[in-house]
């Protein structure tokens, strides 16, 4: 009977032990909840700096990338600057030699473009003397373009050679205008024909009057038995009929 009373205290002994810790004050149960809530907080609030610093690694790596490939655009236009600076440097020193040969063929062609104007200068005092106001005056506005400083020698050669072209087309055309001219101590307004170098001749407007240039003799012919010839020339030259085969007085060529 005792024995059975021992073993009954035990038991009921043990379940007070057992039930002691759930028999937790309110008061103690409020402080463990409020740490799980602050643990709770503070696991969030990590989390969300964790976010934080992944989204600046993301935009930092972002940047990089973006430096990355910034670099290399960079490099390949440095190169083509590498390459320009070359293709500069051999155009300055193709430029550098044509200076100076231009200076030494400055040298050489302005004494040339003055002797072609002294040549043209004679020729024309020389040559049948159509239009020779017109053509002196143009021989002197070359000499005066030759001593002008402001004037390039690219655009004196220019303004020669184009004197010299002009000549030469002369010889290849027909041409009349009018000018005055003393025949027999008087002075007459003239219709002028001209055919290329081959003739030059004259008639007055009432027709009554006509002449043709002897070159031999650097003198005015009279070329009265040819006055319908000279006229049908003039109308030709004028536009005023069709062309047509005329003959007219031409000087004849010497017998060497």
Known sequence: MNKHKITTKLIIGSLLLVAIPMMVPAETLSQILTAQTERTILAQESQQRVDKISDQTNKLE?????????????????????????????????LEKSIVLVSVIN????????????????????????????????????KEIMQREDVTVAEKFRKVTEAYQIENDYGKTIEVYKDTL??????????????????????????????????????????????NEIKMGLSIAKKQVAPDLVIIPVDSAEVL
Do not use: C, H
């Open 62 to 94: 972002d940047q990089y990338r973006a430096a990355l490939k910034e670099i290399d655009g960079l490099q390949i236009y440095n190169k083509l600057l590498e390459l320009q600076i070359e293709n500069q440097a051999r155009v300055k020193v193709d």
């Open 107 to 142: 040298r050489q062609i302005v004494p040339t473009m003055t002797k072609m104007i002294d040549s043209l200068d004679q020729f024309v005092q020389l040559d049948v003397p159509f239009l020779l106001d017109e053509r002196a005056k143009r021989v002197v506005t070359l």
């Open 182 to 227: 003393e025949v027999d101590g008087k002075t007459l307004e003239l219709d002028f024909l001209r055919v290329g170098r081959v003739a030059f001749m004259y008639q007055s407007i009432d027709g009554k009057v006509s002449g043709v240039w002897n070159q031999k003799t650097k003198q005015w012919d009279d070329a009265s038995d040819n006055r």
